[in-house]
């Protein structure tokens, strides 16, 4: 076990996908840069679940390489995993696979960069979730910007540059500050690792300022209400597998930086500002709700209905609670898959019709089942039906919220009744009624390869769903570990 420690499990994890790309980069031969992303990814996948074996139920960071970069500087390729982001980490590596494969028959020019510009991602993604130190932190930040950017803006919809545009130039402005904040706290602690930070003295003033910073590029990238302007754009013109990367994983990125940064690096600041965010989540949860209510574009209704769900995950955040904070951290996970799968089915539809509004749809039922049944699984997941992965995130989180203000849980159970509403609606209009149009009644069922990418989705929502301690064990012995150094701060007022 001690050789297994020592072996270094999290470079391989980060740096797998890039080699691949570089693989694809050499080859020339379109069928084999498939296999070649999709080899990668599917063993990427493999090499990340070897961090469940030996994994330590005591909420400690695990797996950590710790190696001095730039010595001058004092800045380390520090890396580590923890209760937090371990599933975060199993999340992308697993839709990685299933983005290669979905677009095996999708992309049709310019293959060998799309499939480039994926697996560079993946690095990039991988790299936030596992870095402790804060420059590597950062530069795997503004990195993922980039493989996102092209992909949209090469392979998206009408309004593609437009959007691309609009994404980077958000998310770019606010890393700004933090950028500022970063070498803010290698002065006050001479340190950029996150460990060493959070045993340095920081005033009251201090911490609400480096907090607002830190936390104004964390709520662009969730995005949180209000904003959120940039995703509805982003997610609609981007093509499919830019648009599950995007909600499946990129956004997680912004609630797992207030967990992992703000809260503990700003004790005494979070506790000043967590009623602020409870509001902004709660107004997020309601408006994306109402807004995804009256959506003609099914692409739409789900991007808006991304607002919705985030907002939940952040109640979780600001509750300050045992229960809201897990429960945050796994609803995260849970909207990955669900909301993936949601962006998957509506790619697959599209391919097909060519168009995403409901007016064209109807009684789909009668002819393409399979995709039917499917679809409403994938619905009744997003909605929180118990027995499925929504049920258990949503819940943790309301218990959370009621346990720091009975309000908050009472306004975010609101949001519970209208996701079912603009879900069901969406089923609604999608596949009962008449089959009354003609091209719909062409229309192909599944094909095997578009099983697979949906059915690893789906066993995961019944696996959560049935057998949560297997996640919030995990999970709530480092969620244990963050809250008693929040609480072990006074509240500034």
Known sequence: MENFASFPLLSLIIWLPTLGALLVLACQNEKR????????????????????????????????????????????????????????????????????????????????????????????MLGVFLSLDLV?????????????????????GKNRVYAAVKFFLYTMAGSALMLVVILMLYWQGGSFDWMELQKAPMSTQFQTWAFLAFALAFAIKIPLFPFHTWLPDAHVQAPTAGSVILAGVLLKMGSYGFIRFNLPLFPEATQLYA?????????GIIYGALVALVQKDVKSLVAYSSIAHLGFVMLGVASLTQQGLSGAVLQGVNHGLATG????????????????????????????????AFFIIVV?????????????????????????????AAIATLGVILAAWYLLTAVRNMIQGPLDEEKNGHLADLNWREIAVLVPLVALFFIIGLYPNFFLDKINPAVEVLLQTVQASPPPF
Do not use: C
């Not at 962006?343 to 168009?355: I, K, P």
């Not at 027995?387 to 908050?408: H, K, M, T």
């Open 380 to 408: 009744m997941a997003s909605v929180g039906l118990p027995g499925l992965n929504g049920f258990v995130g949503e819940f943790s989180i309301l218990v959370g919220a009621f346990q720091a203000n009975p309000w908050w």
């Open 341 to 372: 799968a949601l962006f998957l089915m509506v790619g697959m539809v599209y391919d097909r019709r060519h168009t995403r509004l409901f007016s064209e749809y109807g009684g789909l039922w009668k002819q393409i089942p399979v995709w039917s």
């Open 33 to 124: 840069i498939k296999i070649i992303a999709l080899v990668t990814t599917l063993l990427d996948f493999l090499v990340s679940l070897w961090l469940l074996v030996g994994w330590v139920n005591d909420g400690s960071m695990q797996f950590q390489e710790n190696i001095a970069w730039i010595p001058s500087l004092n800045i380390h390729y520090h890396l580590g995993v923890d209760g937090i982001s371990l599933f975060l980490v199993l999340l992308t590596t697993l839709l990685g696979p299933i983005v290669v494969l979905f677009s095996w028959e999708n992309v049709k020019d310019h293959l060998k960069a799309f499939m480039f510009l994926l697996l560079v991602q993946q690095t990039g």
């Open 275 to 283: 009623p602020l965010l409870a509001t902004l989540a709660l107004i």
């Open 136 to 156: 590597v932190f950062f530069i795997f930040w503004e990195f993922t910007l980039i493989p996102m950017y092209f992909l949209i803006g090469r392979w998206g």
